[in-house]
């Protein structure tokens, strides 16, 4: 089982409960950057490229619980730089478990495993665990030898202390399929509770900007990747619904729901989403009231937007999709297998 029962209703009930009120747009999942520091320089990041006098602001508690509060999502996100480097985060993280938010702390697993006594488990909390493939893929993607083991050691200690655990995967043009394919059967091996994938998009800080997916190339990749998924011959544990990964080898074409994901940081609400570098607003209000959303999304030629394929954006719109009678059912398989 990879999307828990409980986090299944409470956000189909979410979702139920916007199209009552006949809201247009919403969100499903908060991205809480509460700083940008990190102890990796991952190639495919531009998050430490900030100036100093950023990378060294934490947001506060206090600004975390209200940037919840303010936009509403059941989901929050906790992506950085490293989340484990602040200082409070124990404190946000419980704030927001008490709040009833599914929380997902992203980490690349360096301080996890002596940070877990900071943590209760509970299903409303999972460490999500950045991972970009097998030992040597993934220290070459983090630019550092050991990062692998490190990681892998801190998800046994996790799941040995009772903590739901995923991995998030970002794959990069010149990924090798059956190396993928091996890679997704070593870390169903640890009994994690399901892995994230996503294609690389470029993301406008990143030093490396050669090594992103076009939108042809991401379908094709992917479609070989999971082939064994979809023609029955795996069962890795994915924490997607089905329609998501269905998008991304191109049998389902959806557009970019860009309001379902926001991003808060030190900085403000991004404008309009974390991958653009375009701004940002001061409240959530602001960014939905705002925004030309018109002007994001394949369909509306934006440049910037016609090769993305990235979860945050067309998660949000599979997960609407999945609300249609036609698609409730193969929606539930993914909970109940």
């Known amino acids: 089982m990879a999307i828990q029962i409980q986090q299944a209703v409470e956000v189909g009930k979410y979702l139920v409960k916007q199209r009552l009120l006949r809201r247009k747009r919403f969100p499903l999942v908060l991205m809480l950057e509460p700083l940008f520091r990190c102890n990796l320089a991952c190639s495919g990041c531009g998050k430490i490229q900030h100036p100093t006098e950023i990378l060294k602001r934490n947001l506060t508690p ?16 906790i992506p ?11 404190e946000i993280v419980n704030g927001l478990v008490k709040r009833k938010k599914f929380v997902y702390l992203c980490t690349n697993g360096l301080l996890l495993e002596k940070s877990l006594d900071k943590f209760e488990p509970s299903p409303y909390l999972t460490f999500s665990v950045h991972l970009d493939g097998l030992r040597d893929l993934h220290d070459k993607c983090v630019d550092r030898e050991g990062v692998f083991d490190i990681a892998i050691e801190a998800i046994k200690a996790a799941k040995a202390k009772g903590f739901r655990v995923t991995t998030n995967t970002t ?26 994938i996503s294609p690389g998009y470029s993301y406008e800080w990143a030093p490396d900007q050669e090594n992103f997916l ?71 209000k602001e960014l939905i009231q705002k925004t030309d959303w018109d002007n994001y999304g394949r369909a509306s030629g934006n440049p910037k937007c016609a090769d993305c394929m990235v979860h945050c954006g067309y998660e949000p719109t599979a997960a609407m999709e999945a609300m249609k009678p036609q698609n409730v059912g193969k929606s539930l398989s993914t909970i109940f297998g």
């Open 171 to 196: 794959v990069f043009e010149g990924a090798d399929p059956k190396q993928m394919q091996e890679f997704f059967d070593f870390v169903d091996s640890l009994g994690i509770d399901g892995m994230m």
């Open 80 to 90: 950085g730089g490293e989340p484990l480097l602040h200082p409070q985060i124990d």
């Open 62 to 77: 206090e600004e975390c619980f209200a940037a919840a509060e303010e936009c509403g999502a059941p989901v929050v996100s």
């Open 214 to 284: 076009q939108k042809e190339r991401t379908k094709a990749l992917f479609k070989e990747i999971l082939a064994p998924f979809k023609a029955g011959n795996k069962q890795w544990n994915f924490n997607h619904n089905p329609l998501f990964l269905d998008f991304l080898i191109g049998e389902e074409d959806y557009e970019c729901t860009p309001w379902g994901s926001p991003s808060y940081s030190v900085l403000g609400w991004q404008k309009p989403c974390y991958l653009l570098n375009e701004g940002h607003y001061s409240s959530y």
